[in-house]
Structure formats: structure tokens, C-alpha cells
């Protein structure tokens, strides 16, 4: 059989469309496969995108727990130094008050004093004892009683400075 006649003979029984077709159906199925091979590329590169994406996302995430971190270190390091500044001002405070007291319980001393020149007056003049209790000398002992209470509160006043500047290295680890 020539072939003319196959062909003619394939043209009657149709087996020409049918490879035709075959092969239109293979290669479809090819083009397919092909297809479906960069889509799955395609998803695996959006995966993998999607992946380096959350992992950004996990370092600005620890970039930003690490910028709260330092801005609570620096918001503890600004208390403690307003910690520190208030009780220097508490100290400069204490301080000054006893310094007052001091002053003031020296003051009452110099007027108790004169107080009881007076009074040695008073008595020279009124020939009188000088132990008899004129208004001078109850007021020249009332003085010196306030002049006492006076140092005894600036001590006790030193006193706390001195406990609290002993905790406060203790607290430190001085």
C-alpha cells in the first residue's frame, strides 16, 4: 500500500482527525503540566516572599521591644536621678533648719544673758538677792529651756541625715 492509499484509507476511517486530535490533546495536556509547574514556582515565591516578609517582621518587632527596653532604662535612670535630687533637697533642707535652730538657740542664749544682767541689775538697784526670781530671770530660764529644745532638735535632726545617708549607701551597696 502506496502511501496515498494509507492516507486515503485513514481519511476514511477518520484515523487522521483522531491523531490529530490525540496529539491536540497531548500537547494541551503538556501546556497543562507546564502550567501547573509555574504556578506551583509562583506559589513557592510568594511562600518563601511571605516568609522573609514575617521574618521582618520579627526584627522590627524585636527592634521595637529593644527601643522600649532602652526607653524604660532611660525613664529608671531619670527617676533615680530625680530621686537622688529630691533628697539632696531634702538634705539641704534638714540642714538648713538645724542651722536655724542653732542660730536661734544661740540668739536665745545672748538674750538669756542679758536677761540675767538685767536682773543682777535690778537686784543691785533694789538691793535685793540676785537668786530672788524677778520676770527677768523666769524669762532668761524659759529662753535657755528653748535653747536647749532647740539643739536637741537640730541633733536629733543630724542624727536622721547621718541614718539616712548610711541606709542610702547600704541601699547602693557602698
Request: proline share 1%; glycine share 6%.
Amino acid at each position: 500500500m502506496s502511501k496515498a492509499e494509507a492516507s486515503a484509507a485513514k481519511r476514511r476511517r477518520g484515523g487522521g482527525r483522531r491523531e490529530d486530535a490525540d496529539e491536540r490533546d497531548r500537547l494541551a495536556d503538556e501546556r497543562d503540566r507546564l502550567a501547573d509547574e509555574r504556578d506551583g514556582l509562583a506559589v513557592e515565591r510568594t511562600q518563601r516572599a511571605d516568609l522573609r516578609d514575617d521574618a521582618a517582621d520579627l526584627r522590627d518587632d524585636a527592634a521595637d521591644l529593644r527601643d522600649v527596653a532602652a526607653d524604660t532604662r532611660d525613664d529608671a535612670a531619670d527617676t533615680r536621678d530625680a530621686t537622688v535630687g529630691e533628697r539632696e533637697n531634702w538634705v539641704e533642707t534638714i540642714v538648713g533648719a538645724a542651722e536655724l535652730r542653732d542660730a536661734r538657740a544661740a540668739a536665745r542664749d545672748v538674750e538669756a544673758d542679758r536677761r540675767d544682767e538685767v536682773a543682777l541689775l535690778d537686784a543691785a538697784v533694789y538691793r535685793m538677792p540676785s537668786e530672788q526670781p524677778f520676770g527677768m530671770r523666769r524669762r532668761a530660764k524659759k529662753d535657755r529651756d528653748a535653747s536647749k529644745t532647740d539643739r536637741l532638735g537640730s541633733k536629733a535632726d543630724r542624727s536622721l541625715l547621718a541614718d539616712a545617708g548610711r541606709d542610702a549607701a547600704d541601699a547602693e551597696g557602698l
